[in-house]
Nanobody, 123 residues
Protein backbone atom coordinates (compact mmCIF):
# COMPACT_ATOMS: atom_id res chain seq x y z
CA UNK A 1 0.00 0.00 0.00
CA UNK A 2 1.38 3.37 -0.96
CA UNK A 3 0.01 6.88 -0.59
CA UNK A 4 1.70 9.82 -2.29
CA UNK A 5 0.71 13.43 -1.75
CA UNK A 6 1.37 16.32 -4.09
CA UNK A 7 0.28 19.88 -4.66
CA UNK A 8 1.78 21.70 -1.72
CA UNK A 9 3.74 24.92 -1.98
CA UNK A 10 4.04 28.52 -0.94
CA UNK A 11 0.88 30.63 -1.19
CA UNK A 12 -0.12 34.06 0.04
CA UNK A 13 -2.83 34.46 2.68
CA UNK A 14 -6.23 34.24 1.06
CA UNK A 15 -4.91 32.03 -1.70
CA UNK A 16 -5.81 28.48 -2.71
CA UNK A 17 -4.11 25.14 -3.21
CA UNK A 18 -5.29 21.72 -4.26
CA UNK A 19 -3.61 18.71 -2.71
CA UNK A 20 -3.76 15.25 -4.24
CA UNK A 21 -3.38 11.86 -2.63
CA UNK A 22 -2.63 9.02 -5.04
CA UNK A 23 -3.28 5.59 -3.55
CA UNK A 24 -1.85 2.35 -4.91
CA UNK A 25 -2.11 -1.23 -3.70
CA UNK A 26 -5.47 -0.54 -2.09
CA UNK A 27 -8.89 -0.07 -3.66
CA UNK A 28 -10.72 3.09 -2.66
CA UNK A 29 -14.12 1.60 -3.25
CA UNK A 30 -14.85 1.13 0.44
CA UNK A 31 -12.48 3.10 2.64
CA UNK A 32 -12.01 6.12 4.79
CA UNK A 33 -9.27 8.48 3.65
CA UNK A 34 -8.29 11.27 5.99
CA UNK A 35 -6.12 14.33 5.64
CA UNK A 36 -3.93 15.29 8.58
CA UNK A 37 -1.56 18.16 9.12
CA UNK A 38 1.27 18.76 11.50
CA UNK A 39 3.39 21.82 12.03
CA UNK A 40 6.79 21.67 13.77
CA UNK A 41 6.32 21.45 17.53
CA UNK A 42 2.57 21.03 17.18
CA UNK A 43 0.26 18.07 17.61
CA UNK A 44 -1.20 16.33 14.63
CA UNK A 45 -4.60 17.64 13.55
CA UNK A 46 -7.20 15.68 11.65
CA UNK A 47 -8.31 18.09 8.93
CA UNK A 48 -10.85 16.13 6.92
CA UNK A 49 -12.08 12.68 6.04
CA UNK A 50 -14.07 11.20 3.18
CA UNK A 51 -15.94 7.91 3.00
CA UNK A 52 -15.16 6.68 -0.47
CA UNK A 53 -18.23 4.41 -0.54
CA UNK A 54 -20.74 7.24 -0.52
CA UNK A 55 -18.73 10.46 -0.56
CA UNK A 56 -19.68 11.57 2.97
CA UNK A 57 -17.27 14.18 4.23
CA UNK A 58 -16.12 15.43 7.60
CA UNK A 59 -14.12 18.50 8.55
CA UNK A 60 -12.34 19.99 11.52
CA UNK A 61 -13.94 23.22 12.74
CA UNK A 62 -10.74 25.07 11.89
CA UNK A 63 -11.17 24.40 8.16
CA UNK A 64 -14.93 24.05 7.74
CA UNK A 65 -16.20 26.24 4.93
CA UNK A 66 -12.70 26.73 3.49
CA UNK A 67 -11.53 23.21 2.63
CA UNK A 68 -13.29 20.64 0.46
CA UNK A 69 -12.35 16.97 0.24
CA UNK A 70 -13.30 14.86 -2.77
CA UNK A 71 -12.42 11.54 -4.33
CA UNK A 72 -12.13 9.89 -7.71
CA UNK A 73 -12.47 6.19 -7.14
CA UNK A 74 -11.68 5.42 -10.77
CA UNK A 75 -8.31 7.14 -10.38
CA UNK A 76 -7.82 5.85 -6.83
CA UNK A 77 -7.20 9.41 -5.68
CA UNK A 78 -8.43 11.81 -3.03
CA UNK A 79 -8.15 15.58 -3.19
CA UNK A 80 -8.18 18.45 -0.72
CA UNK A 81 -9.14 21.82 -2.15
CA UNK A 82 -8.00 24.54 0.22
CA UNK A 83 -9.23 28.11 -0.11
CA UNK A 84 -8.99 31.30 1.94
CA UNK A 85 -5.72 30.01 3.34
CA UNK A 86 -4.36 31.51 6.52
CA UNK A 87 -0.84 31.54 7.97
CA UNK A 88 -2.02 29.11 10.65
CA UNK A 89 -2.74 26.56 7.90
CA UNK A 90 1.01 26.22 7.39
CA UNK A 91 1.96 22.58 8.02
CA UNK A 92 2.95 19.30 6.45
CA UNK A 93 -0.21 17.72 5.06
CA UNK A 94 -0.53 13.98 4.58
CA UNK A 95 -3.24 11.51 3.75
CA UNK A 96 -3.88 8.21 5.45
CA UNK A 97 -6.21 5.23 5.35
CA UNK A 98 -8.52 5.24 8.38
CA UNK A 99 -11.65 3.36 9.40
CA UNK A 100 -14.01 2.99 6.44
CA UNK A 101 -16.72 5.22 7.97
CA UNK A 102 -14.31 7.93 9.18
CA UNK A 103 -15.35 7.31 12.78
CA UNK A 104 -13.01 9.18 15.15
CA UNK A 105 -10.68 9.75 12.23
CA UNK A 106 -8.88 12.58 13.97
CA UNK A 107 -7.57 10.17 16.60
CA UNK A 108 -7.03 7.22 14.28
CA UNK A 109 -3.80 5.36 13.96
CA UNK A 110 -2.20 5.95 10.59
CA UNK A 111 -0.50 2.71 9.74
CA UNK A 112 -0.82 3.52 6.06
CA UNK A 113 0.05 7.10 5.27
CA UNK A 114 2.06 9.17 2.88
CA UNK A 115 5.12 11.28 3.59
CA UNK A 116 3.19 14.48 3.15
CA UNK A 117 3.45 17.70 1.21
CA UNK A 118 4.42 21.04 2.74
CA UNK A 119 1.98 23.91 2.66
CA UNK A 120 3.31 27.34 3.60
CA UNK A 121 1.00 30.33 3.81
CA UNK A 122 2.96 33.54 3.99
CA UNK A 123 3.15 36.96 2.43
Amino acid sequence: VQLVESGGGLVQPGGSLRLSCAVSGFSLGYAGIAWFRQAPGEQREGVSCIRTSDGSTYYADSVKGRFTVSRDNAKNAVYLQMSSLKPEDTANYYCAIVQYNCAAYDSSATDYRGQGTQVTVSS
